[in-house]
């Protein structure tokens, strides 16, 4: 198959590729690397069967040869980005959905959306199942991307029902794992860059918010099982164990050693008291659920980052 991958040289759709090359298709990857990184897919341009076009798939692009499915990852998606580049978000959820739709269209592709957990907002209902509909502010600082998803769910389904286009959705939970970037807003990221550092860790309210966090590889088999699947979704995709922020921070500095302390901070308006997918759907559909626990998960991400940090430094001793 040759897969087109927007959002490929992003956290998930690095991986996304990788995984697509591994198994044997090719992958035209389109990105504007507003938060993706080169070094990301570095590894992977060699490969002939790997190409990236750098577009902002909002605009007009140049698009050549045969799509066999389409997996529409690129969105500004972690807070920091979102915050700070709210209508090109809302762009991403509308343009963007719409311009990749009409290439699958175009080439009879499958198309999946990875949509968000977000789409439940805060929500009323617990664990969070496919058919519950959330609870979200339409005005309030996370919206942007919240509204954003929710309506490249309605694009998506309108194409499907008036055209008979072949789309699957996905909700994918909090994913965390190599490749995150250090200062982009996430819990992981945050927290495991803030022990390596010896900072103090910061936690929201009194940390007793609960979160579910799924690794990236599991992440990457869901997303692989329903594009080759024909079902339409919404699929909720996430590890189903619940953990409290506290318990995440813990498990973070036995991870890195660190002998960081903690700070508790005001909880952010909006921010979501708990998060757990319910998967039964995805279970029963696709056969998939994630297999790597957190503890095992950290220690991949902690080594990463530790990594980065190392490569990063100016080598001691060496004339400049
Ligand atoms: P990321 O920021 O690492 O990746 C997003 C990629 O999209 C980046 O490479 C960015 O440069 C690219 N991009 C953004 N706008 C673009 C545009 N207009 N044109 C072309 N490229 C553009 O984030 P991620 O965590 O890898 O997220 C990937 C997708 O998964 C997003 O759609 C996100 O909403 C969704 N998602 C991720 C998580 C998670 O926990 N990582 C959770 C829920 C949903």
Request: with cysteine.
């Amino acid at each position: 198959m040759r897969v087109v991958v927007s959002g490929g040289g992003g956290f998930l759709g690095s991986h996304l590729c990788e995984a697509l090359l591994r198994r044997g298709d090719s992958v035209c990857c389109l990105d504007n690397f507003s938060s993706g990184r080169s070094a990301n897919i570095a590894r992977l341009m060699p490969d002939p069967r790997f190409e990236c076009v750098v577009c902002d798939v909002t605009e007009r692009f140049r698009f050549t040869g045969d799509a066999d499915a389409v997996l529409h990852l690129a969105s500004p998606a972690s807070p920091a980005d979102y915050e700070r580049h709210p209508l090109e978000t809302l762009a991403a959820g509308s343009r963007g959905t719409e311009n990749l739709l009409r290439l699958a269209e175009r080439h009879h592709a499958r198309f999946v959306l990875a949509s968000t957990s977000e789409v439940y907002g805060d929500p009323l209902v617990h664990p969070q199942r496919e058919d519950y509909w959330g609870h979200v502010n339409p005005v309030g600082p996370r919206s942007v991307y919240d509204e954003s998803k929710r309506f490249a769910e309605a694009l998506a389904t309108a194409h499907r029902r008036t055209l008979g286009a072949d789309t699957g959705i996905v909700r994918i939970f909090n994913t965390y794992g190599p490749r995150m970037r250090a200062h982009d807003g996430r819990v992981v990221s945050t927290l495991v860059r803030q022990a390596l550092d010896g900072e103090p860790l910061t936690l929201f309210g009194d940390g007793g918010q609960t979160r579910s966090f799924c690794y990236v590889d599991d992440m990457v088999r869901g997303l692989l099982a329903m594009l080759d699947s024909r079902r339409p979704g919404p699929v909720n995709l996430g590890n189903p164990v619940e953990r409290t922020v506290l318990e995440l921070a813990e498990l973070v500095l036995l991870a890195t050693g660190s002998d960081s302390g903690l700070r508790f901070l005001p909880l952010p308006v909006d921010d979501p008291v708990r998060r757990r997918p319910d998967i039964g759907r995805a279970r029963a559909e696709l056969g998939w659920s994630p297999r790597v626990p957190l503890e095992e998960g950290l220690r991949h991400t902690v080594a990463w980052f530790a990594a980065e940090r190392l490569a990063a430094r100016p080598a001691v001793g060496r004339p400049t």
